[in-house]
Protein backbone atom coordinates (compact mmCIF):
# COMPACT_ATOMS: atom_id res chain seq x y z
CA UNK A 1 0.00 0.00 0.00
CA UNK A 2 2.27 2.72 1.19
CA UNK A 3 0.85 6.15 0.12
CA UNK A 4 -2.05 5.61 -1.87
CA UNK A 5 -4.71 8.20 -3.08
CA UNK A 6 -8.29 7.44 -3.66
CA UNK A 7 -10.56 9.74 -5.55
CA UNK A 8 -13.58 10.04 -7.84
CA UNK A 9 -13.62 9.47 -11.56
CA UNK A 10 -16.91 10.68 -12.53
CA UNK A 11 -19.39 13.44 -10.27
CA UNK A 12 -18.78 11.95 -6.71
CA UNK A 13 -20.66 9.42 -5.05
CA UNK A 14 -19.13 6.78 -6.79
CA UNK A 15 -18.38 4.78 -3.58
CA UNK A 16 -15.14 6.27 -2.05
CA UNK A 17 -16.33 5.83 1.45
CA UNK A 18 -17.30 1.68 1.23
CA UNK A 19 -13.93 1.33 -0.67
CA UNK A 20 -11.57 3.36 1.93
CA UNK A 21 -13.63 1.61 4.75
CA UNK A 22 -12.60 -1.80 3.11
CA UNK A 23 -8.96 -0.81 2.79
CA UNK A 24 -8.96 0.33 6.28
CA UNK A 25 -9.64 -2.84 7.29
CA UNK A 26 -7.68 -5.36 5.20
CA UNK A 27 -4.89 -3.47 4.75
CA UNK A 28 -4.76 -2.15 8.51
CA UNK A 29 -4.23 1.35 7.33
CA UNK A 30 -2.01 3.75 9.89
CA UNK A 31 -3.26 6.90 8.69
CA UNK A 32 -6.44 8.15 6.75
CA UNK A 33 -6.06 11.84 5.61
CA UNK A 34 -8.82 13.48 4.55
CA UNK A 35 -8.89 16.74 1.58
CA UNK A 36 -11.38 18.54 0.74
CA UNK A 37 -15.09 20.13 2.19
CA UNK A 38 -18.55 18.81 3.73
CA UNK A 39 -20.24 18.57 0.29
CA UNK A 40 -22.24 15.56 -0.35
CA UNK A 41 -20.79 12.94 2.08
CA UNK A 42 -18.76 9.76 2.42
CA UNK A 43 -21.05 6.65 2.63
CA UNK A 44 -19.90 4.12 5.32
CA UNK A 45 -21.43 1.27 7.06
CA UNK A 46 -20.16 0.49 10.11
CA UNK A 47 -21.90 -1.97 12.69
CA UNK A 48 -24.55 -2.40 10.49
CA UNK A 49 -25.27 1.37 10.68
CA UNK A 50 -24.85 3.72 7.61
CA UNK A 51 -23.01 6.58 8.46
CA UNK A 52 -23.42 9.46 6.25
CA UNK A 53 -19.60 11.61 6.83
CA UNK A 54 -18.89 15.01 5.64
CA UNK A 55 -15.51 15.57 7.58
CA UNK A 56 -14.37 12.44 9.47
CA UNK A 57 -11.89 10.07 7.12
CA UNK A 58 -13.75 6.77 6.04
CA UNK A 59 -11.25 4.93 7.35
CA UNK A 60 -12.13 5.83 11.27
CA UNK A 61 -13.45 1.82 10.80
CA UNK A 62 -10.29 0.32 11.70
CA UNK A 63 -9.51 1.55 15.24
CA UNK A 64 -6.21 1.75 15.03
CA UNK A 65 -5.89 4.33 12.48
CA UNK A 66 -4.88 7.82 13.00
CA UNK A 67 -6.84 10.20 11.28
CA UNK A 68 -6.42 13.76 9.95
CA UNK A 69 -7.20 17.00 8.11
CA UNK A 70 -4.78 18.04 5.57
CA UNK A 71 -4.21 22.38 5.68
CA UNK A 72 -6.69 22.59 2.39
CA UNK A 73 -9.56 20.97 4.16
CA UNK A 74 -12.47 23.71 5.23
CA UNK A 75 -13.96 22.86 8.81
CA UNK A 76 -17.43 23.39 9.55
CA UNK A 77 -17.05 23.11 13.35
CA UNK A 78 -21.11 21.96 14.52
CA UNK A 79 -21.00 19.24 11.58
CA UNK A 80 -17.54 17.83 12.76
CA UNK A 81 -18.18 18.07 16.46
CA UNK A 82 -21.53 15.92 15.66
CA UNK A 83 -19.60 13.34 14.04
CA UNK A 84 -16.62 13.27 16.27
CA UNK A 85 -19.61 12.02 19.07
CA UNK A 86 -20.95 9.47 16.14
CA UNK A 87 -17.83 7.71 15.49
CA UNK A 88 -16.08 8.49 18.98
CA UNK A 89 -12.63 9.38 17.47
CA UNK A 90 -12.12 12.54 19.75
CA UNK A 91 -8.58 10.18 20.93
CA UNK A 92 -7.25 9.54 17.48
CA UNK A 93 -8.41 12.98 15.14
CA UNK A 94 -5.45 15.22 13.94
CA UNK A 95 -6.74 18.45 12.44
CA UNK A 96 -4.32 20.64 10.96
CA UNK A 97 -3.95 24.22 12.65
CA UNK A 98 -4.50 25.98 9.03
CA UNK A 99 -7.69 24.23 7.97
CA UNK A 100 -10.14 27.29 7.20
CA UNK A 101 -13.55 27.84 8.68
CA UNK A 102 -17.03 27.47 7.14
CA UNK A 103 -19.22 29.71 9.05
CA UNK A 104 -22.85 29.74 9.54
CA UNK A 105 -22.49 33.18 7.05
CA UNK A 106 -21.09 31.49 4.28
CA UNK A 107 -23.58 28.42 4.64
CA UNK A 108 -26.46 31.57 4.19
CA UNK A 109 -24.77 33.19 1.32
CA UNK A 110 -24.61 29.32 -0.56
CA UNK A 111 -28.30 28.83 0.30
CA UNK A 112 -29.59 32.59 -0.33
CA UNK A 113 -27.20 32.64 -3.55
CA UNK A 114 -29.21 32.98 -7.23
CA UNK A 115 -26.06 31.64 -8.61
CA UNK A 116 -24.71 29.46 -6.44
CA UNK A 117 -28.07 27.74 -5.30
CA UNK A 118 -30.03 28.77 -8.36
CA UNK A 119 -27.87 27.78 -11.18
CA UNK A 120 -25.26 25.78 -9.99
CA UNK A 121 -27.04 23.71 -7.66
CA UNK A 122 -24.56 23.52 -4.43
CA UNK A 123 -24.73 21.68 -1.77
CA UNK A 124 -25.85 24.51 0.58
CA UNK A 125 -23.04 23.67 2.79
CA UNK A 126 -21.04 27.01 2.32
CA UNK A 127 -18.30 25.76 0.87
CA UNK A 128 -17.54 27.83 -2.05
CA UNK A 129 -17.74 31.71 0.19
CA UNK A 130 -15.66 29.52 2.79
CA UNK A 131 -13.31 29.15 0.02
CA UNK A 132 -13.60 33.01 -1.18
CA UNK A 133 -13.20 33.98 2.20
CA UNK A 134 -9.71 32.09 2.56
CA UNK A 135 -8.68 33.66 -0.93
CA UNK A 136 -9.40 36.85 0.58
CA UNK A 137 -7.29 36.10 3.21
CA UNK A 138 -9.89 37.05 5.76
CA UNK A 139 -11.00 33.78 6.59
CA UNK A 140 -10.53 32.44 10.50
CA UNK A 141 -8.59 29.21 10.96
CA UNK A 142 -8.38 25.77 12.95
CA UNK A 143 -6.34 27.44 15.39
CA UNK A 144 -8.25 30.16 15.85
CA UNK A 145 -11.06 28.13 17.27
CA UNK A 146 -11.06 27.26 21.01
CA UNK A 147 -12.90 23.75 20.37
CA UNK A 148 -10.34 22.94 18.06
CA UNK A 149 -7.47 22.94 20.36
CA UNK A 150 -6.99 19.75 21.34
CA UNK A 151 -7.18 18.28 18.29
CA UNK A 152 -4.36 20.37 16.54
CA UNK A 153 -1.29 18.69 14.92
CA UNK A 154 1.14 19.37 11.95
CA UNK A 155 -0.84 17.40 9.68
CA UNK A 156 1.90 17.67 6.61
CA UNK A 157 4.66 16.77 8.86
CA UNK A 158 2.96 13.36 10.68
CA UNK A 159 1.78 12.30 6.89
CA UNK A 160 5.43 12.53 5.44
CA UNK A 161 7.31 11.35 8.64
CA UNK A 162 4.30 7.97 8.56
CA UNK A 163 5.42 7.02 4.61
CA UNK A 164 9.17 8.10 5.12
CA UNK A 165 8.68 5.12 7.87
CA UNK A 166 6.83 2.73 5.01
CA UNK A 167 3.32 3.07 7.07
CA UNK A 168 0.57 2.33 5.29
CA UNK A 169 -0.97 5.74 4.56
CA UNK A 170 -4.39 6.49 2.59
CA UNK A 171 -5.12 9.46 1.41
CA UNK A 172 -8.84 10.45 1.04
CA UNK A 173 -10.27 12.88 -1.82
CA UNK A 174 -13.54 13.86 -2.20
CA UNK A 175 -16.41 14.48 -4.82
CA UNK A 176 -15.03 13.67 -8.56
CA UNK A 177 -12.95 14.59 -11.37
CA UNK A 178 -15.75 16.03 -13.32
CA UNK A 179 -16.58 18.43 -10.14
CA UNK A 180 -13.04 20.02 -10.50
CA UNK A 181 -12.84 23.78 -10.39
CA UNK A 182 -10.06 23.23 -12.69
CA UNK A 183 -10.76 20.15 -14.80
CA UNK A 184 -14.46 19.34 -14.34
CA UNK A 185 -17.49 20.89 -16.25
CA UNK A 186 -16.98 24.67 -15.19
CA UNK A 187 -18.99 26.35 -13.72
CA UNK A 188 -20.94 23.63 -13.14
CA UNK A 189 -18.17 21.93 -10.54
CA UNK A 190 -17.43 22.69 -6.70
CA UNK A 191 -14.83 24.99 -5.41
CA UNK A 192 -11.85 23.21 -5.24
CA UNK A 193 -9.87 20.72 -7.83
CA UNK A 194 -10.48 17.33 -7.20
CA UNK A 195 -7.78 15.52 -8.32
CA UNK A 196 -4.96 13.06 -7.05
CA UNK A 197 -3.24 15.74 -7.39
CA UNK A 198 -4.86 18.25 -5.67
CA UNK A 199 -5.47 16.28 -2.59
CA UNK A 200 -1.62 15.74 -2.10
CA UNK A 201 -1.61 19.74 -2.09
CA UNK A 202 -4.31 19.71 0.48
CA UNK A 203 -2.55 17.59 2.42
CA UNK A 204 1.10 18.63 2.16
CA UNK A 205 2.07 15.91 0.47
CA UNK A 206 5.18 15.92 -2.41
CA UNK A 207 4.09 14.12 -6.12
CA UNK A 208 7.06 11.59 -5.04
CA UNK A 209 5.83 10.11 -2.36
CA UNK A 210 2.51 8.70 -3.39
CA UNK A 211 2.82 5.08 -4.75
CA UNK A 212 -0.89 4.35 -5.67
CA UNK A 213 -3.52 6.20 -6.89
CA UNK A 214 -6.98 4.55 -7.01
CA UNK A 215 -9.84 6.06 -9.14
CA UNK A 216 -13.31 4.94 -8.03
CA UNK A 217 -15.99 4.52 -10.48
CA UNK A 218 -19.53 3.75 -10.00
CA UNK A 219 -20.85 0.91 -12.80
CA UNK A 220 -23.32 3.84 -14.45
CA UNK A 221 -22.50 7.63 -14.21
CA UNK A 222 -24.67 9.85 -12.01
CA UNK A 223 -24.47 13.75 -11.13
CA UNK A 224 -26.62 15.61 -8.26
CA UNK A 225 -27.17 19.48 -9.14
CA UNK A 226 -26.71 21.13 -12.48
CA UNK A 227 -24.39 21.01 -15.23
CA UNK A 228 -24.15 18.57 -18.17
CA UNK A 229 -24.56 14.78 -17.81
CA UNK A 230 -23.41 13.40 -21.24
CA UNK A 231 -25.58 11.26 -22.40
CA UNK A 232 -28.26 11.01 -19.79
CA UNK A 233 -31.39 9.14 -19.56
CA UNK A 234 -34.75 9.88 -18.56
CA UNK A 235 -36.01 9.39 -15.54
CA UNK A 236 -38.42 7.07 -16.53
CA UNK A 237 -35.52 4.93 -17.90
CA UNK A 238 -33.67 5.55 -14.33
CA UNK A 239 -36.66 4.37 -12.27
CA UNK A 240 -36.66 0.99 -15.15
CA UNK A 241 -33.23 0.18 -14.76
CA UNK A 242 -32.76 0.82 -10.95
CA UNK A 243 -30.66 3.34 -10.80
CA UNK A 244 -32.55 6.23 -9.39
CA UNK A 245 -30.14 7.37 -5.87
CA UNK A 246 -31.49 10.28 -3.97
CA UNK A 247 -28.80 12.21 -2.43
CA UNK A 248 -27.03 13.51 0.63
CA UNK A 249 -29.06 16.88 0.43
CA UNK A 250 -32.31 14.98 -0.58
CA UNK A 251 -31.83 15.77 -4.53
CA UNK A 252 -32.43 13.27 -6.78
CA UNK A 253 -29.65 11.99 -8.94
CA UNK A 254 -28.82 12.53 -12.75
CA UNK A 255 -28.07 9.30 -14.36
CA UNK A 256 -26.60 7.96 -17.44
CA UNK A 257 -24.78 4.40 -18.59
CA UNK A 258 -21.10 4.17 -18.18
CA UNK A 259 -18.95 6.77 -19.85
CA UNK A 260 -15.54 4.95 -21.26
CA UNK A 261 -14.36 7.96 -22.27
CA UNK A 262 -14.93 10.59 -19.09
CA UNK A 263 -13.33 7.22 -17.25
CA UNK A 264 -10.29 7.04 -19.63
CA UNK A 265 -9.54 11.06 -19.21
CA UNK A 266 -9.73 10.93 -15.62
CA UNK A 267 -7.07 7.78 -15.47
CA UNK A 268 -5.17 10.36 -17.15
CA UNK A 269 -5.51 13.65 -15.67
CA UNK A 270 -5.06 11.74 -12.07
CA UNK A 271 -2.28 9.13 -12.86
CA UNK A 272 -4.41 6.30 -11.81
CA UNK A 273 -2.85 3.23 -11.35
CA UNK A 274 -5.87 0.96 -10.40
CA UNK A 275 -9.04 0.96 -10.73
CA UNK A 276 -12.64 0.50 -8.32
CA UNK A 277 -15.63 -0.41 -9.56
CA UNK A 278 -18.40 -0.27 -7.66
CA UNK A 279 -22.33 -1.33 -7.27
CA UNK A 280 -21.67 -3.44 -10.69
CA UNK A 281 -24.48 -5.42 -8.59
CA UNK A 282 -27.03 -2.62 -9.49
CA UNK A 283 -26.97 -3.48 -13.41
CA UNK A 284 -26.16 -7.42 -12.94
CA UNK A 285 -28.14 -8.65 -9.88
CA UNK A 286 -26.70 -12.33 -10.33
CA UNK A 287 -22.97 -10.90 -9.35
CA UNK A 288 -24.12 -9.89 -5.43
CA UNK A 289 -23.76 -13.78 -4.42
CA UNK A 290 -20.46 -13.95 -6.33
CA UNK A 291 -17.37 -14.70 -3.85
CA UNK A 292 -14.61 -14.16 -6.32
CA UNK A 293 -13.76 -12.91 -10.23
CA UNK A 294 -14.36 -16.45 -11.57
CA UNK A 295 -18.01 -16.45 -9.86
CA UNK A 296 -19.10 -13.23 -11.91
CA UNK A 297 -22.06 -13.67 -14.72
CA UNK A 298 -20.22 -13.65 -18.02
CA UNK A 299 -22.22 -10.29 -19.14
CA UNK A 300 -20.12 -8.36 -15.84
CA UNK A 301 -16.65 -9.93 -16.45
CA UNK A 302 -17.36 -8.24 -20.17
CA UNK A 303 -18.18 -5.12 -18.53
CA UNK A 304 -15.72 -5.39 -16.51
CA UNK A 305 -13.02 -6.18 -19.33
CA UNK A 306 -14.21 -3.69 -21.57
CA UNK A 307 -13.44 -1.29 -18.84
CA UNK A 308 -10.06 -2.06 -18.72
CA UNK A 309 -9.57 -2.33 -22.11
CA UNK A 310 -10.79 1.39 -22.14
CA UNK A 311 -9.12 2.59 -19.45
CA UNK A 312 -6.42 0.73 -19.51
CA UNK A 313 -5.49 0.04 -15.68
CA UNK A 314 -6.73 -2.90 -14.15
CA UNK A 315 -10.40 -3.01 -12.37
CA UNK A 316 -8.63 -4.07 -8.79
CA UNK A 317 -11.34 -3.86 -6.21
CA UNK A 318 -14.94 -4.46 -7.48
CA UNK A 319 -18.24 -4.22 -5.50
CA UNK A 320 -21.06 -6.76 -5.33
CA UNK A 321 -22.92 -5.39 -2.91
CA UNK A 322 -23.21 -2.36 0.18
CA UNK A 323 -22.07 -4.00 2.87
CA UNK A 324 -18.30 -2.94 3.79
CA UNK A 325 -17.10 -6.69 2.50
CA UNK A 326 -19.44 -6.91 -0.54
CA UNK A 327 -16.01 -6.26 -2.88
CA UNK A 328 -14.01 -8.87 -5.10
CA UNK A 329 -10.90 -7.80 -4.34
CA UNK A 330 -8.51 -9.32 -7.16
CA UNK A 331 -5.03 -7.32 -6.10
CA UNK A 332 -3.56 -10.44 -5.81
CA UNK A 333 -3.80 -11.57 -8.75
CA UNK A 334 -3.23 -8.55 -10.75
CA UNK A 335 -1.06 -6.49 -9.25
P1 LIG B 1 -20.66 22.75 -3.88
O1 LIG B 1 -19.44 21.87 -3.85
O2 LIG B 1 -21.54 22.56 -2.69
O3 LIG B 1 -20.33 24.17 -4.16
O4 LIG B 1 -21.53 22.25 -5.12
C1 LIG B 1 -21.14 22.43 -6.48
C2 LIG B 1 -21.63 21.29 -7.38
O5 LIG B 1 -20.95 20.09 -7.02
C3 LIG B 1 -23.12 20.95 -7.25
O6 LIG B 1 -23.57 20.48 -8.50
C4 LIG B 1 -23.15 19.82 -6.23
O7 LIG B 1 -24.30 19.01 -6.36
C5 LIG B 1 -21.89 19.07 -6.61
N1 LIG B 1 -21.28 18.37 -5.48
C6 LIG B 1 -20.51 18.91 -4.52
N2 LIG B 1 -20.09 17.99 -3.66
C7 LIG B 1 -20.57 16.81 -4.08
C8 LIG B 1 -20.45 15.47 -3.62
O8 LIG B 1 -19.80 15.16 -2.61
N3 LIG B 1 -21.12 14.52 -4.34
C9 LIG B 1 -21.83 14.81 -5.45
N4 LIG B 1 -21.97 16.05 -5.92
C10 LIG B 1 -21.35 17.05 -5.25
MG1 LIG C 1 -21.57 11.03 -1.52
Given at each position: MPCTVVVGGFW??????KIISYLALKDNIDICARAGSVN???????????????????????????????????????????????????????????????????????????????????????????????????????K????????????????????????????????????????????????????????????????????????????YVTRVGAGPLPNELPREEIIKRGWLEISGTGRERRAAPFNYELAR???????????AVTKLDVIFPKCRSAKNYEELPAEAKSFIERIEAEIRIPVTLIGVGPGPFQIIDRRKSLI
Open positions: GDEGKGAAHTVIHEGKALKLHMIPSGFVNKNCRLLLGAGVNIHVPQLMKEIKETNVGDRLGIDPQCSIIEEKHSIQDKTSAHLKGVIGTTGWGVGPAIEERVRRTAKLADIAELKPYLTDVAMEVNNAIDKGKNVLLEGTQGLYLSLYHGTYPYVTGRDTTASAVCSEIGVGPKKVDNVLIVFKARAVIINSATEA
